[in-house]
C-alpha cells in the first residue's frame, strides 16, 4: 500500500503544531532526514529553530544533510542571531537583482524564479550588496520592457535589522501592513526577508505563553506533552511554592497569641489574603503587556510603579471600607466588644496590602528584568509571597497593637 508523503507531512505537521519544542523534537526524531526537512519548512520559522535545537545532535545533523544546501546554510545562519529576534524569522531573499537589469530581463527572471519560489517582491542590490530598491510587481509589469530597474524600483525602503527583538519590529510594521520585509544589517546590506504572518504569529505564540510562565509552566507545554516531562517542569516551581508557603505560615505562627485571643481574626485571614493577591496580579498583569507590547519605555519604570502604587491605595481604601464593615458586623454578631476597632484593622490592613501588592506587581518583573531573567517567569509565585506575608502580617500586626 503506498502513502501519500504530502499527507503524512501534513499530519505530522498538524501533530507538531500542538506540542511543545521539546515534544516536536521527540516526534520527528523517528521521521526520515527527507520528512524532517518537509515539515519545518510548513513550521514557523521561529518554531522551526526551536524545534531543531531540542533534536539530538544526529538526528539535527541528519535533517540539515537531508535539506538544500541553501536552507541548511539559512537554518545555521539564523542561530548566529539573538533569540526571539527578526534574525530567526528570515528566508532567502530570491528575487534579486542589479540596478542596471532591464525591466524584459527581470521578467523573465522572475518567470523562471516562480516556478521554485514563492515571489512578493523583487530587491535590487549594488554590487556590494547593500539594498538601493524594491520592486513591485504591479510597477514591474506596465513599465517599459527596455526601462532599467533604477528607474522602476522604490527607492530607500523600508528594513528591518536582523537583531531587533519581535516586540520592537511589531512596533515597526504596526502601521505599514506589508507582506514581507526586507533584512538588512547595520551596513545596509540584504541578508533575507521576513514574512508580515510569520512576524505577527511568532509574537503570538509569545504572548500565549506568558499566562503559564507566570505560574512556572515551561513555554513549550501542552496538552499532549507527556506526564514525567511535564511533572519535571512544574515540580521545582511547586517546592518554591510551597517554601513560600511556610514563609506565610511563619507569619501567621508569629501572631498565634493574638489568634488565640481574638478568634474572630482568623475568618478575615483569606479576604485580605485574596483581594491582595488580586490587586498584584492586576498590576503584574499591565506591567508584563506593556513589556510585551513594548509600551514600557527606558525611564517608564518610575511611572509604572508610582501608578500602581496610587491604584492600590484607592482600590484598597474603597475595598477596606466595606471589608471594615463586614468584620465589624460579624464580630458585633459575635458578640466582641471590640467590633469598631476590628473594621478600623481591617481598614488599615487592606489599604496597607493593596498598596504593597500594585508596587509588587509592578516591581517584581522590572526587577526580573534588569537581572537579565524572563519577567514571565513564575512571576506570580513570587507575586503571592509578597502578597501574603504583607497581607498577612500587616493584618494581624495592627489587631495585636490596637485591640486590647
Known amino acids: 500500500m503506498n502513502v501519500d508523503p504530502e499527507h503524512d507531512t501534513e499530519s505530522l505537521v498538524e501533530a ?3 506540542r511543545g519544542a521539546s515534544d516536536a523534537a521527540d516526534l520527528l526524531e523517528k521521521e526520515s532526514g527527507d520528512e524532517v526537512v518537509r515539515v519545518l519548512q510548513e513550521l514557523n520559522p521561529l518554531v522551526a529553530q526551536r524545534v531543531l535545537g531540542e533534536m539530538e545532535e544526529g538526528s539535527r545533523a541528519a535533517a540539515l544533510a ?22 530567526w524569522l528570515m528566508e532567502t531573499s530570491p528575487a534579486v537583482f542589479r540596478p542596471d537589469a532591464t525591466v524584459r530581463e527581470t521578467i523573465e527572471a522572475i518567470r523562471h524564479l516562480a516556478k521554485i519560489a514563492f515571489i512578493t517582491y523583487g530587491y535590487v542590490t549594488s554590487d556590494e550588496g547593500k539594498l538601493l530598491g524594491l520592486i513591485v510587481m504591479r510597477d514591474l509589469i506596465l513599465a517599459a520592457p527596455e526601462a532599467l530597474l533604477s528607474e522602476v524600483m522604490l527607492g530607500d525602503p523600508f528594513s528591518l535589522d536582523p ?30 526577508e521576513v514574512r508580515g504572518q510569520n512576524l505577527f504569529e511568532a509574537r503570538a505564540i509569545e504572548i500565549s505563553a506568558q499566562a503559564g510562565q507566570m505560574v512556572g509552566v515551561e513555554e513549550g507545554e501542552r496538552l499532549s506533552t507527556p506526564i514525567l516531562r511535564s511533572l519535571r517542569s512544574r515540580h521545582s516551581w ?27 481574626l482568623a475568618a478575615f485571614i483569606p479576604v485580605l489574603s485574596g483581594q491582595s493577591g488580586n490587586t498584584g496580579s492586576q498590576a503584574l498583569a499591565v506591567a508584563l503587556r506593556g513589556m ?10 518610575r511611572r509604572l510603579v508610582i501608578k500602581e502604587g496610587i491604584l492600590g491605595l484607592m482600590n484598597g481604601i474603597l475595598t477596606g471600607l466595606s471589608a471594615g464593615l463586614g468584620m ?58 509578597a502578597t501574603d506575608v504583607i497581607s498577612i502580617g500587616a493584618f494581624l500586626g495592627l489587631a495585636t497593637l490596637l485591640v486590647p
Open 16 to 18: 507538531i503544531s500542538h
Open 328 to 385: 465589624g458586623f460579624y464580630a458585633q454578631m459575635n458578640g466582641s466588644p471590640d467590633a469598631l476597632t476590628l473594621g478600623a484593622v481591617v481598614w488599615l490592613a487592606m489599604v496597607a496590602s493593596c498598596v504593597v501588592s500594585g508596587l509588587s506587581g509592578a516591581f517584581i518583573p522590572l526587577v526580573l528584568r534588569k537581572c537579565g531573567a524572563d519577567p514571565a517567569t513564575a512571576s506570580g509565585i513570587f507575586l503571592t509571597t
Open 238 to 264: 511547586l517546592q518554591l511554592n510551597l517554601l513560600t508557603c511556610f514563609v506565610a505560615a511563619a507569619v501567621v505562627g508569629a501572631f498565634q497569641d493574638t489568634l488565640d485571643r481574638i478568634v474572630v
Open 163 to 192: 537583531e531587533l527583538e519581535l516586540t520592537d519590529a511589531m512596533k515597526l510594521v504596526v502601521n505599514r501592513h506589508y507582506p514581507v520585509y526586507p533584512v538588512c544589517d547595520r551596513e545596509g546590506k540584504l541578508l533575507g
Open 66 to 87: 537531508s535539506a538544500s544546501p541553501d536552507q541548511a546554510k539559512r537554518w545555521m545562519s539564523n542561530r548566529e542571531h539573538p533569540e526571539d529576534s527578526v534574525g
Open 292 to 301: 510585551t507590547l513594548g509600551d514600557l519605555a527606558v525611564g517608564g519604570e
